[in-house]
């Protein structure tokens, strides 16, 4: 096996959660030795008082488990032929940064005079204020929104929010910090919304302020994928990720096996100004990784980069819902607001066009426009929706 050290031995110690790990199985093994191992591990667990298995995650290519113990069952691990890899457990956190506080309450819009994202990711040159689409809109599209949750009774989401899971401990099923709402209503917002007919599914993976654990990253995207495939609509799926942590193999693994079910994962790259490729899930190179732009075409001063980078959004002092009340509204700037343009834009062209899977990363990629400032690296691709 690969062992701990040789995946995330490098991440900060303030990210890493004490004592908790995943653990990824070697492909091929089967009920039985599974279950006889996670019986061991239990055993183990409690000589030490610690809580053994907290978690188990099974889809195609990624079979596993969260697990707290000490370093001596760590120790067992490590030498255990049924394991692929064990990753120390690290915090996620938002990727949005707030924008100027006097635009926050301000500016209500309808679509002849857009926020400015949209009417970017309509037209060819920026400074753009009309919203060209197409009335498909992302209708019949599930988006599911891995983030804070969603404040579902919003208005500009019409009734299209819904729960739908939550690995957050002892945190209501809502949106307590707003990230999630803002990232939904740009998705599928009717007033601020990419795909303004598509469904946004709340998956609560961080928490009241906003940092969640990996391992709750991965039970979201697992979670997702199940569901989508459950409902049926694995094929007209998205996954957004406005979020980012310290590289692990495990959450990259997790949007490969979702990707390849047919699901589009759509992350952002991270407002650290640094390369992608240290950080997740902006490094997964199945996902669709999204930098940020500002109004001038210009990448963002705090926009991740690299040649991981994909693509860029509008990211910068971005309006949408938020959740302090039914008509609450901020403005916000991140890749945590790029991303889910992207993420609309997929909506929108699997119900446009009947697109699905890699199909829908590719023609994204074809129709970018170009011209962006200081990209470092990143792909020179701005996203549009091909003229509506």
């Not at 500009?156 to 939904?184: L, Y």
């Not at 391992?215 to 979201?220: A, K, V």
Request: charged fraction near 20%; glycine fraction near 12%; include cysteine.
């Amino acid at each position: 096996m690969t062992g701990l050290s040789e995946l995330n031995n490098g991440v900060l110690a303030e990210l890493v959660i004490p004592d908790t790990y995943i653990v990824k199985y070697k492909a091929n093994v089967d009920i039985r030795g599974r279950t006889k191992h996670e019986e061991d591990v239990d055993s183990w667990a409690r000589l030490s008082s610690r809580r053994g298995i907290l978690d188990k995650f099974d889809v195609p290519g990624l079979q596993g488990y969260v697990a707290e113990i000490s370093l001596l069952e760590l120790a067992n691990l490590t030498a255990c032929d049924l394991i692929d890899y064990v990753e120390k457990d690290t915090i996620v956190r938002t990727t949005a940064v707030a924008a100027d506080p006097a635009l926050a309450k301000r500016y209500m819009t309808t679509q002849y005079n857009a926020p400015w994202g949209l009417g970017r990711i309509s037209h060819t040159a920026p400074n753009q204020r009309d919203y060209d689409y197409s009335d498909s809109a992302g209708k019949d599209i599930f988006v599911y929104v891995v983030d804070t949750g969603i404040r579902l009774s919003h208005d500009d989401f019409g009734g299209r929010a819904v729960w739908g899971a939550n690995f957050i401990a002892s945190s209501p099923n809502s949106d307590q910090d707003g990230h999630g709402t803002h990232v939904a209503g740009i998705i599928a917002g009717q007033t601020y919304g990419v795909a303004k007919k598509a469904t946004v599914v709340a998956v609560k993976v961080l928490g009241d302020t906003g940092s969640g654990s990996m391992s709750g990253l991965l039970q979201g995207i697992n979670w997702a994928a199940a569901d989508a495939k459950q409902r049926g609509v694995a094929g007209k799926a998205v996954i957004n990720m406005s979020l980012s942590g310290a590289y692990t193999q495990s959450v990259n693994d997790a949007v490969k096996a979702a990707m390849d079910a047919g699901i589009t994962v759509v992350a952002a790259a991270g407002n650290k100004d640094e390369d992608v490729s240290g950080w997740l899930p902006g490094s997964a190179a199945t996902a669709i990784t999204v930098g940020a732009i500002d109004m001038d075409d210009q990448r963002a001063n705090f926009s991740n980069w690299g040649t991981a980078v994909d693509i860029f959004a509008p990211g910068v002092r971005i309006p949408s819902a938020y959740n302090g009340s039914d008509t609450d509204s901020a403005w916000l700037s991140g890749t945590s607001m790029a991303s889910p343009h992207v993420s609309g834009l997929a909506a929108y062209f699997i119900a446009r066009e009947g697109l699905s899977g890699s199909a829908v990363r590719k023609r994204i990629l074809s129709v970018g426009n170009q011209g962006i400032g200081d990209r470092k690296g990143g792909a020179d691709l701005i996203a549009y929706n091909a003229g509506a």
